[in-house]
Structures are given as C-alpha cells and as structure tokens.
C-alpha cells in the first residue's frame, strides 16, 4: 500500500474538477477527474495553462465557501495553448462526508483495474513491480522464495506460494502474465497454464527465440493442452535495446503489456487513471 497518507483521509474540504464537456483536440478525455484542496492536488485535468487556471478558480473557491461552478475554457490563443479544443468544467466543493464517499468510490473502482501478474521476483521482477506500481493496474508479484519478495519495495501485492500456476488459473478474466522465473522448467508450467486460459490479454516469458522453440518443443512432448503458441511474446520487451539492465527491460516490458492491456480492454477510465500511483502534486 502507499506510505503517503491518502488526500480524502488528510483533506478536511476539497473541490472535485471534472471535464464534462471536452470539444476537439483536449489533453484530456470526458469525465477526467482531478480534486484541489487549499495545499494539495490529486490527480490531472491536462496540465498546462488549463490546470493552472482550474487550479486557481477551486482555490478562489475554497476561499470564498462556493459550493459550485461551471469553467468553460477555449484551449487556443486566448489562455497560451494551441490544442484548438474547448472544455467545460464542472467544479464542486466536498466537505468531509462527501471526501469519504468518494474515497470508498475510487476504492471501489480501482477493484476493475486490469490485473497484472508478474512471476519470479529476481532482479527484472522487483523493476517489473516498480514499474508497473505507476500505472492504473493490479499487480500481483509471485514467487515461492520469500527473500526475494522480501526485497520488493514498490506497493503491490505479494504471493508467496510453491503453486504458482494455481496463481493463474485463480487470475480474472483479460489479465496479462509476465514469466520470469529462476527456473526454466516453472516458467514452461506457468507459461502453459497462462495460454491454456485462452482469455489472457498478454502472456509473456523471458528469454530468447530459442528459449520460445524449446517450450513449444516442452508443449509436444509434455502433451499439454496449450493450443496455439503464437499469442505468447518470447522475448518480452525486445523493441531494439540491447541494454540488459533490468529497469531498461522492465521500462520496454510495461510499455509492451499496457499497450496490449489498453488495446484489449479500450481507453481505462479517466478517474481511475490517478489511482495507479495515489500520486500527489
């Protein structure tokens, strides 16, 4: 979990900001939310001349005990942007009830988040976890040695199991699995059960092309039920960088499965995309 104290349990009034209307080229979509108290700021409307100005006007009304307001903006010459668009915001003051609603809200969205799983928490795993901990997914790391969770810094969930596969087949439906690891012949087991699901976003194991023909060859030997190989990526995160660091390779990975994630399930929903992080301004 987030060591930072959540801004609804630390905000006694803030102002909820939400694009309700957004015209042409924005830099953000429809129902993007954001929330302003007197010395914080949760999530982003776009950034910009746009959220200086939306900042500003929930702070004047703070100031004043205004309880709502509507901020019609043209994002061209007149504020110092060039998107050409136009958006409408509406702005409304929550006191500590309202705060506490929301937050159970949010809790409860961030439920329907894609799920990510990442087995092996060697090296690439734990810059896996770190990565992905930015990003408005759940994440599982998995591994069956519990020092190397041990060392797990970022705030995801932990499972410590001599089971993995039973891990995947527990998984929700569209989740992307990630395999890397000690041990060739777990990644070939967990690999297996992630494609035999067949409803997986992504399923990903480290390695080479030849490490990708000796499990198909594992597949014909072992009779395992797996189907169709092509849907599995082997090597993960291989867009050019021969850099084997392992936050290189995590940075190539995330980007390679939250591409496949957002393709699969459409665009993740505006409000929820400030919760992968809980990241304050």
Request: hydrophobic share 45%.
């Given at each position: 979990?987030?060591?930072?104290?959540?801004?609804?349990?630390?905000?006694?009034?803030a102002?909820?900001?939400?694009?309700?209307?957004?015209r042409?080229?924005?830099?953000?979509?429809?129902?993007?939310?954001?929330?302003?108290s007197a010395e914080?700021?949760?999530?982003?409307?776009g950034?910009g001349?746009?959220e200086?100005?939306?900042?500003?006007?929930?702070?004047?009304?703070?100031?004043?005990g205004?309880r709502e307001?509507?901020?019609?903006?043209?994002?061209?010459?007149?504020?110092?942007?060039?998107?050409?668009?136009h958006?409408?915001i509406?702005?409304?003051?929550?006191?500590?009830?309202?705060?506490?609603?929301?937050?159970?809200?949010?809790?409860?969205?961030?439920?329907?988040?894609?799920?990510?799983?990442?087995?092996?928490?060697?090296h690439?795993?734990?810059?896996?976890?770190?990565?992905?901990?930015?990003?408005?997914?759940?994440?599982?790391?998995?591994?069956?040695?519990?020092?190397?969770?041990?060392?797990?810094?970022?705030?995801?969930?932990?499972?410590?199991?001599?089971?993995?596969?039973a891990?995947?087949?527990?998984?929700?439906?569209?989740?992307?699995?990630?395999?890397?690891?000690?041990?060739?012949?777990?990644?070939?087991?967990?690999?297996?059960?992630?494609?035999?699901?067949?409803?997986?976003?992504?399923?990903?194991?480290?390695?080479?092309?030849?490490?990708?023909?000796?499990?198909?060859?594992?597949?014909?030997?072992?009779?395992?039920p797996?189907?169709?190989?092509?849907?599995?990526?082997?090597p993960?995160?291989?867009?050019?960088?021969?850099?084997?660091?392992?936050?290189?390779?995590?940075?190539f990975?995330?980007?390679e499965?939250?591409?496949?994630?957002?393709?699969?399930?459409g665009?993740?929903?505006?409000?929820?995309?400030l919760?992968?992080?809980?990241?304050?301004a």
């Open positions: 979990m987030n060591t930072q104290i959540s801004f609804f349990m630390s905000t006694p009034v102002i909820r900001l939400e694009l309700v209307t957004v042409g080229s924005a830099p953000r979509a429809e129902g993007t939310v954001m929330y302003v914080r700021i949760e999530g982003s409307i950034g001349r746009l200086f100005i939306a900042v500003e006007a929930a702070r004047d009304m703070l100031e004043a205004s307001r509507r901020l019609e903006v043209p994002l061209g010459p007149e504020i110092g942007q060039c998107c050409g668009g958006v409408a509406a702005m409304n003051l929550l006191d500590a009830a309202d705060l506490r609603a929301e937050e159970a809200r949010t809790a409860a969205e961030r439920g329907t988040l894609p799920s990510v799983y990442i087995f092996g928490a060697g690439v795993g734990r810059a896996l976890a770190s990565s992905f901990s930015l990003l408005p997914v759940q994440i599982t790391l998995v591994d069956e040695r519990e020092e190397e969770l041990a060392l797990c810094r970022a705030s995801v969930r932990q499972c410590l199991t001599p089971l993995p596969e891990e995947v087949r527990a998984a929700p439906v569209g989740s992307a699995f990630i395999v890397l690891t000690h041990d060739h012949a777990l990644d070939f087991i967990i690999t297996a059960e992630a494609l035999m699901r067949g409803d997986a976003a992504y399923v990903g194991m480290i390695g080479s092309g030849t490490k990708r023909a000796s499990f198909e060859r594992w597949c014909r030997k072992s009779n395992a797996v189907g169709r190989t092509e849907p599995l990526v082997c993960i995160g291989a867009q050019g960088s021969g850099d084997k660091r392992p936050e290189v390779i995590a940075a990975v995330t980007a499965v939250i591409a496949r994630l957002t393709a699969v399930a665009p993740v929903d505006p409000q929820l995309e919760l992968g992080s809980g990241g304050l």
